[in-house]
Each structure stands twice: as structure tokens, then as C-alpha cells.
């Protein structure tokens, strides 16, 4: 079973930045898929950015430009750099995984509130 412990949340103003973490607990990480979801309140869970074993990234066309998503495969680790956040930002953002057979795991989520 894939573990995964999201870190990184938290309250910023609108214009700033934040990085979240997702450290998963799997012997296979450098071949998943890895990446970010988001939830705000009273919205579907959406997709922010996905990263695969080889690196390549797949973002949300309203994120592209602001955010970047990154992987430390010695580190089991997965990034997400915001940067120009705004309030529109603020939902709960979830790590995610899937393994080469389908298979998706889900971190519990980390909190970003970006203030006007």
C-alpha cells in the first residue's frame, strides 16, 4: 500500500508563493505518476499537475503559467511550486500517485488559503 504525507500548506497573500511536499513510501516511486489535485469548497476535485517517471508534465491550463511541479527520485518526493497565488488558489490541494497498472493512491491533503 502507497503511503503518502503531504506538507507545505498554509496561509499566504495574494501575489506570494508556496511549495508543497508530498513524500510517498513506495519502493517503485521513479516509475509512478505523481502529482497534484485540488478541492475548494463547494467545487469537483481538479487536476493542478501531474509529472510521470520520465519527467514528463501535464498542468491545468489556468495553473501553466504560475506553478511547477517537480520530483526528488532519491527522495521519494514530490513538489508543487505556486507562485503568484491568488485567492482563487484557495482549496485543499491532495498528492496523488499511479502506480504503471492504474492503480491511484491519495495523500490527506494540505490546506492553501490565499488572502485578498
Known amino acids: 500500500q502507497v503511503h503518502l504525507v503531504e506538507s507545505g500548506g498554509g496561509l499566504v497573500q495574494a501575489g506570494g508563493s508556496l511549495r508543497l511536499s508530498c513524500a510517498v513510501s513506495?519502493?517503485?516511486?521513479?516509475?509512478?505518476?505523481v502529482g497534484w489535485y485540488r478541492q475548494a469548497p463547494g467545487k469537483q476535485r481538479e487536476l493542478v499537475a501531474t509529472?510521470?517517471?520520465?519527467?514528463?508534465?501535464n498542468f491545468a491550463d489556468s495553473m501553466k503559467e504560475r506553478f511547477t511541479i517537480s520530483r526528488d527520485n532519491a527522495k521519494n518526493t514530490v513538489y508543487l511550486q505556486m507562485n503568484i497565488l491568488k485567492p482563487e488558489d484557495t482549496a485543499v490541494y491532495y498528492c496523488?500517485?499511479?502506480?504503471?497498472?492504474?492503480?491511484?493512491?491519495w495523500g490527506q491533503g494540505t490546506q492553501v488559503t490565499v488572502s485578498s
Open positions: 509529472i510521470t517517471g520520465s519527467g514528463n508534465t
Open positions: 513506495t519502493t517503485f516511486f521513479s516509475i509512478y505518476t
Open positions: 496523488m500517485t499511479r502506480s504503471p497498472l492504474g492503480g491511484d493512491s
